[in-house]
């Protein structure tokens, strides 16, 4: 704790004496890495309700709670546009958010204990140092929201999308994060003790091993899957895609470990693959459209003729991989290696090529026009 209040508050120099500059002219580091949060805080209100009326409704809330529900009344934000409203230090314990749209919201430091936020939009909201414990936050869409230092303990956070979100430090024991999206997430020295992590989606195990789990809690499931698991998560993944989500269920398989599937013309549009091992795989025509494949390994695989229009692939392992005639426009490739990679006729336009490790590849007739980094 000392070294984070060092880190937030620096001590003042002594009167007379400038303060020394840090190497760099950096602040001070992190102790979970990274820069601190945004401080100073946000500026006034700038959501849809005026900030006179937030601020009296949150007062009301307060005389509620310290009266017992005697005096002033329950603050009901259910479906509000609060995008950009300012919560800070807000005292909203079992407050009615139900639904609010609180995307990029400063609400550091506030008290939401026992708060219902089901299906509330949180996207990109500060929420540091924040009081969550007992939430209801199930369903709730998050990505890239801040939850650093959070107390989230008991919260229910069941198929929440928390994808890119900050939960370093997070206190998360005893949570419920099952189906809830963590691809991306900062999980640094998060407490997952007792946290329910069964069917969460996205998770890596670089992230778990960041965060301070239980000893005895199982491990996440990244194993190998048999042909018929696989095959029923492609199928239901087929309806989700061709329903537009309201069917079936779009498929993760990052990290697991799907070492020379047999998956030729398989239809991978929209699925979540981070880390994935497809070495040796064959995906021959197989379509990747709007996939997440960074990280992927696949070496050796087969993906000649596959569709890969604008898939992430930024540090994915292509070495000697089958890529001829494949269809790459627009593709992230930052930082992949592709040594030896055959690309004999593929359609690399626009692609991003910034660091990535081409080395012995052959590209005999590809089409790179317009591509960076080369």
Known sequence: MRRILRWLFPEKPPAGRSPEAPPG?????????????????????????????????????????????KKGARADFQGWPL????????????????????????????????????????????LFQSNLSGANLRSAAAPGAIFFLSDLRGADLTGADLSRADLRGAHLQGARLGEANLAGADLEGAELAGADLAGALGLMPDQLDSAVRDPDAPEADLSELSPDE???????????????????????????????????????????????????????????????????KLAGADLGGAWLLGVDLREANLDETNLEGAMLRAAKLQGASLRGARLARANLQGARLEGADMAGADLEGADLERATGL
């Open 25 to 69: 002219g950096q602040p001070p580091p992190s102790p979970f890495g990274g820069a601190p949060p945004g401080l100073p805080m946000a500026p006034p209100s700038a959501g849809a309700v005026p900030e006179a009326e937030l601020s009296r409704r949150i007062a009301d809330h307060a005389e509620w709670l310290d009266s017992g529900g």
């Open 83 to 126: 995008r950009y409203s300012n919560f800070f230090m807000a005292r909203l314990e079992r407050a009615d958010l139900v639904g609010a749209d609180l995307r990029n919201a400063n609400a550091q430091w506030a008290n939401l204990s026992g708060a219902d936020l089901a299906g509330a939009k949180l996207g990109e909201a500060d």
């Open 230 to 296: 696989l095959a029923k998560i492609l199928s239901a993944h087929g309806q989700w895609v061709e329903s537009g989500a309201a069917e079936g269920r779009r498929a993760d398989l990052s990290g697991r470990n799907l070492e020379g599937a047999e998956l030729a013309g398989a239809n991978f549009r929209l699925a979540l693959l981070a880390g994935v091992n497809l070495k040796n795989a064959n995906l021959s025509r197989a379509a990747f459209q709007g996939a997440d494949l960074h990280g992927a």
